[in-house]
């Protein structure tokens, strides 16, 4: 019987094998590739052929890279499937050199365009071929190119391709998303050049801007602010008469890089990684609030640092106080004098900026500062200026008419911009302004010590100057607001346990509401803590800097003696337990809904773990600390506080355990030994018992034993996980994204340590490779396993005191 399986089995092994070796270099006139075949590049790295996305049974054309068949860069018919039920799809070459992806029914699903100028050129003998950089090419006898795929992107941008407009073909080449990870059919977000005044990259949603990744500076596009050159590729931005276009280069052939558009319009990064067989994910760029195109309305800046993120330039005011106030700054901020014009006006230095909107921007590549500051005076609608090549010296000039639209503050990197003023509202920082000219100009003519001295000198008086700069309120003594206590307590009524909200493992939290109608959070600290008062505080301005839109915000703080206080934005809907675990409040949060709050969780644990400076650990992630806002967006609570309260390093083995029982891995509950896949643990605990509905601690499978992670796994090797969907889950599912979610689930539930995917990956899983990996055995899957209920073991006091269960 074993043997008869093993045979069957090689055999249908050897079927595939055969299979997938019906491939070819090209494709001649009259020919054809039938879905089961496919077409390679001579290197071997690429194939184009028929495949069906996730779960779906729709065939598509594609192009793929061999090493990864679920990375489908390029889609022929993404917008017109074929079904396979009448007989199998083809793909054939006509003698006008056009390709026709025709169906059973010799119905055409698809054809290469031969609109273009291109195809005049005389197609004799022509051919298909896939080359070595993953581009389909048609050409004739004479090797003239008829036409390519690389001139119809979809939502990957390949190396060597051209993102852009190209006046020859008129053609212009945009990135556009899957409709999501299993239908390629174009979707909502578009990535697009516009050649309006300096071109520069839009995102749009619905063709409606939604971020702008800007222009370009010599080196890179100024939504990022680090400008070290990559390792992987290059990239080049041409503007002339005829293109407009981004291109980038691999600097080893060998290395794949690619940049894709994904399902919810996040342009993203992504690297081979050899030794993994497997994509990292490079850069999502920063996803904050001042990422949202135009925030702050016009002639105003975002600083993410700031509270609230929205400050009018210097000279401005808002054009609308009362909305302003509230912070609805659509309306932006207009000039408080009007300019001069007559040759008195001058400029505000702006450091680390993300250049305006140049849609109504000016520029010559040749102009140096001087000659652009000249330019700019000259025009009386002109608002600023700057180089348009940062590489160097700086070269180029960029100057901008009447509005400035779209600029935020980095920390570091970024560019400088000079933003033009009257001279009364100069001398209102006159210091400043002189300071930072006169360092420049200092730097270019003192040499040697003279530039060492001098500029310590300088340094020196602008941190005079800085710290002798009188504070809002002169109540900010750290770098974030400052609540009095009085303030707290008559918000909170004293503390009173009408306005008790919960308790967390730090201690409670109170509503609050301040004078003026705003709510708050505001946590309560339970006494002790290791450390000390400057340590503490250090640590609540790092945290406060944590910003991403899947974290609580941390408004300020309030240490008066043994009051510590914490005071975090107010989150309307409670936390996620209070309604995936209740039986009515459950058919609240739909199936679309909790896709979104688990890719949020997702991400807010991804910036935390990799992109935050901080490299923070949770720790303690469970239902009860993911609070959701008005719209149901899920955000992180009680991070950073781990790092706070106990100091210990990362990775380290610590003898206090923190967290709750149910979301802790047993390296933790057992030796103490915790890293970043840990908080993966907890993150595997929540989507479960996101599809599920049910509470990982307390579930009980009464037939097997086994606790709802080895029920799950049960289910799932059985072929049966859909069944684990909660009830009320039944009219909005996704099959795919359930199933993806509780594979997911499991691969981070996983017993060892190094099984478990860290949260890039995740967030990769989730946004759909297709092959995944079979998850093994989950950690603590029985019921009756003594490390999952605390009522068995230690019921001592550190423990106890730091386990408190949220809620
Ligand atoms: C797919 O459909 C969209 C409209 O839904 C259209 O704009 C786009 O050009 C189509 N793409 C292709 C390749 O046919
Ligand atoms: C499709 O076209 C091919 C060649 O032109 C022909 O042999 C075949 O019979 C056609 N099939 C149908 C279903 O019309
Ligand atoms: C070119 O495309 C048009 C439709 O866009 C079609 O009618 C025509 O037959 C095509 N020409 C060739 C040679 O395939
Ligand atoms: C390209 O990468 C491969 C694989 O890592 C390496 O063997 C090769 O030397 C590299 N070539 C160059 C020119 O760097
Ligand atoms: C941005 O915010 C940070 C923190 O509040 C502050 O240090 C910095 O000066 C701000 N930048 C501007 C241009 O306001
Ligand atoms: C807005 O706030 C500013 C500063 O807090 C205050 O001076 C101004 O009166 C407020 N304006 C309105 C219309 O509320
Ligand atoms: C750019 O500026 C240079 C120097 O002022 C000038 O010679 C050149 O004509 C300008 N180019 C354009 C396109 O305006
Ligand atoms: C100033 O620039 C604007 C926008 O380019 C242009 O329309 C206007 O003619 C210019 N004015 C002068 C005086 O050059």
New binding site residues.
């Given amino acids: 019987m074993m043997a008869s399986f093993r045979v069957l089995y090689l055999y249908f092994l050897l079927l595939c094998f055969v299979e997938s070796l019906t491939s070819r270099d090209t494709i001649t006139e009259g020919n054809f590739i039938r879905d089961g075949e496919t077409l390679v590049s001579s290197n071997r790295f690429f194939e184009l052929g028929f495949f069906s996305p996730g779960s779906s049974t729709l065939r598509y054309l594609g192009i793929w890279y061999r090493e990864s068949p679920s990375t489908v860069f390029w889609v022929a018919n993404r917008n017109t499937s074929i079904n396979n039920v009448n007989g199998k799809g083809l793909l054939r070459l006509n003698d006008q050199g056009v390709l026709l992806l025709l169906d059973a029914k010799n119905n055409t699903m698809w054809s290469s365009d031969n609109s273009s100028t291109t195809t005049r050129i005389k197609a004799y003998n022509p051919f298909a071929q896939l080359l070595d950089s993953g581009n389909l090419v048609v050409k004739n006898d004479a090797f003239d190119r008829l036409w390519q795929s690389f001139d119809y992107p979809c939502d990957t941008l390949m190396p060597g391709m051209k993102l852009g407009w190209d006046q020859e073909t008129g053609l212009d080449k945009v990135l556009s998303s899957w409709k999501s990870s299993y239908d390629p059919g174009q979707g909502d977000y578009i990535y697009k050049i516009d050649r309006k005044g300096y071109p520069q990259l839009f995102a749009l949603r619905s063709s409606k801007v939604m971020f702008r990744p800007g222009s370009w500076n010599g080196i890179t596009l100024t939504w990022l602010p680090n400008h070290n050159p990559n390792p992987i590729f290059t990239t080049e931005f041409v503007v002339n008469e005829k293109e407009v276009y981004f291109t980038s280069e691999l600097r080893n052939n060998s290395i794949f890089s690619r940049f894709a558009v994904n399902p919810s319009g996040i342009g993203q990064r992504f690297d081979w990684v050899i030794q993994t067989s497997s994509w990292q994910l490079l850069s999502t760029g920063s996803i904050d609030q001042c990422e949202n195109y135009a925030l702050c309305g016009a002639n105003s800046i975002c600083n993410i640092s700031n509270n609230p993120v929205c400050e009018c330039l210097r000279g401005y005011e808002p054009k609308n106080?009362?909305e302003?106030?509230v912070s609805n700054w659509n309306s932006g901020c207009t000039r408080r004098v009007s300019l001069d014009c007559g040759g008195g006006d001058g400029f505000k230095q702006y450091t680390s900026i993300k250049l305006p909107d140049t849609s109504s921007s000016w520029y010559n590549t040749t102009m140096n500062l001087k000659e652009c500051k000249k330019t700019c005076l000259q025009n009386c609608s002109c608002a600023a200026y700057s180089n348009l090549d940062i590489r160097g010296e700086g070269s180029g000039c960029l100057v901008w008419f009447d509005h400035l639209l779209d600029m935020r503050q980095f920390p570091a990197g970024g560019q400088d911009l000079y933003v033009r003023l009257p001279a009364s509202e100069l001398d209102h920082f006159r210091d400043e302004g002189r300071g930072s000219i006169g360092k420049k100009k200092l730097a270019g003519i003192v040499v040697g010590c003279a530039i060492l001295a001098m500029s310590f000198m300088i340094l020196g008086l602008t941190l005079i100057a800085r710290k002798s700069k009188p504070r809002n309120s002169g109540k900010e003594v750290m770098d974030i607001p400052t609540f009095d206590l009085s303030v707290i307590t008559k918000a909170t009524d004293n503390f009173s346990t009408i306005n008790k909200l919960g308790e967390g493992g730090f201690g409670p939290v109170y509503k609050g509401t301040l004078e003026d109608g705003q709510e708050l959070a505001v946590k309560r600290l339970s006494a002790k803590s290791g450390q000390g008062m400057e340590e503490l505080k250090n640590e609540i301005v790092l945290i406060a800097k944590l910003q991403h839109r899947n974290l609580v915000k941390l408004l300020g703080c309030c240490i008066v003696g043994d009051e510590k206080l914490l005071i975090y934005e107010y989150m309307s809907n409670k936390s996620l337990d209070y309604f995936i675990f209740d039986v009515t409040r459950s058919n609240l949060l739909d199936w679309p809904k909790r896709w979104h709050i688990i890719h949020g969780i997702a991400r807010g644990l991804l910036y935390l773990h990799m992109d935050s400076r901080l490299r923070i650990i949770h720790r303690d992630l469970k239902t009860s600390n993911i609070l959701l806002d008005a719209y149901m967006n899920p955000k992180i609570s009680d991070f950073g506080l781990a790092r706070t309260f106990w100091d210990d390093q990362v990775d380290a083995n610590t003898n206090k355990i923190v967290g709750t029982y149910g979301y802790m891995p047993p390296e933790y509950v057992l030796h103490g030994c915790f890293s970043m896949k840990s908080d993966v643990f907890s993150f595997g605990v929540i989507v479960l018992e996101i599809v599920i509905g049910k509470k990982n601690r307390g579930f009980l499978d009464q037939e097997y034993g086994l606790n709802l992670l080895g029920h799950a796994w049960r289910l799932w090797i059985q072929g049966r996980a859909m069944e684990l969907l909660d009830e009320c889950l039944r009219e909005s599912y996704n099959e795919y994204e359930v199933l993806r979610c509780v594979q997911v689930g499991l691969l981070c539930v996983q017993q060892k340590v190094e099984d478990r995917p860290d949260m890039s990956t995740v967030i990769l899983m989730l946004n759909g490779e297709k092959l995944l990996p079979q998850p093994k055995v989950p950690c603590f899957y029985t019921a009756g396993d003594v490390f999952a209920d605390p009522s068995h073991r230690m019921s001592q006091n550190e423990i106890s005191q730091t386990m408190l269960e949220g809620r």
């Fill in positions: 106080f009362k302003w106030n």
